[in-house]
């Protein structure tokens, strides 16, 4: 009965590397959602997704920021050139509907450090 | 534009004791959910309690209720009989039914001492 899960928990990268976060969603949920929290914050949206389909990125950089939901396997969050700003957690959430009606469930966030 | 404060930075009760988290929201849309979610030092983020705006029955979960407050755009969290493992940061967090994106407080850090 596993939950979301991200990988890695805590990821260090210098300056101008490439950033990638990964997320399962709970088994049988299609719809993914990317929040990140910087200190002492709520989180704020980034993006949502669905299989293959990008629905909503409003809340992500328009550049060095990516992400995927691919038919198979997991959902990727891309940093590109990270900077020293990108450090935060980033959460996953899945849901297996639009949020509408449903609790969006949390993974247990991914922890990036840009020294 | 739809927002939620949460005027309580940190708060810190005895353990046993009852402590009330505030959240207020503003926002146009009449229907909507609210939730509160909890964040332990593993940084998880944990649902703790759901409310439905047509709903007037205040949600429940154990030791854990809501007073939502429609009218007033109030959606507090109660927790009876406090325990030390309720020390985490509390997030007041607020979507409309026609949207997706979670809008979140600024959290509460609730401190319960022995």
């Known amino acids: ?115 | 534009a739809q927002t939620v404060t949460q005027s309580q930075p940190e708060m810190s009760v005895q353990e046993a004791e009852t402590v009330t988290l505030s959240c207020t929201y503003d926002t146009s849309e009449n229907n909507y959910y609210l939730f509160w979610y909890k964040q332990p030092p593993s940084r998880q983020m944990i649902l703790v309690i759901r409310q439905e705006a047509y709903k007037q029955q205040n949600a429940t979960e154990n030791r854990f209720s809501v007073n939502f407050q429609k009218a007033a755009k109030s959606f507090s969290l109660k927790i009876s009989d406090s325990q030390l493992g309720d020390t985490a940061m509390y997030f007041c967090a607020f979507v409309a039914v026609s949207n997706y994106q979670l809008i979140w407080g600024a959290g509460t850090k609730l401190i319960i001492k022995p």
Request: hydrophobic residues 30%.
């Open chain 1, 1 to 115: 009965n596993a939950g979301v899960m991200q990988n890695p928990r805590h990821l260090v990268r210098r300056r101008g590397q490439e950033a990638r976060l990964r997320c399962s969603p709970v088994k049988g949920h299609s719809h993914v959602y990317w929040y990140r929290q910087l200190p002492e914050e709520g989180l704020k949206f980034m993006v949502y997704l669905q299989k293959e389909n990008i629905i909503d990125e409003s809340g992500m950089p328009k550049e060095r920021f990516s992400a995927e939901f691919p038919k198979e396997g997991p959902s990727i969050l891309r940093i590109q050139q990270v900077v020293r700003g990108d450090s935060a957690a980033y959460f996953c959430a899945s849901s297996p509907r639009q949020g509408r009606e449903d609790t969006q469930y949390f993974g247990p966030g991914t922890r990036l450090t840009v020294l």
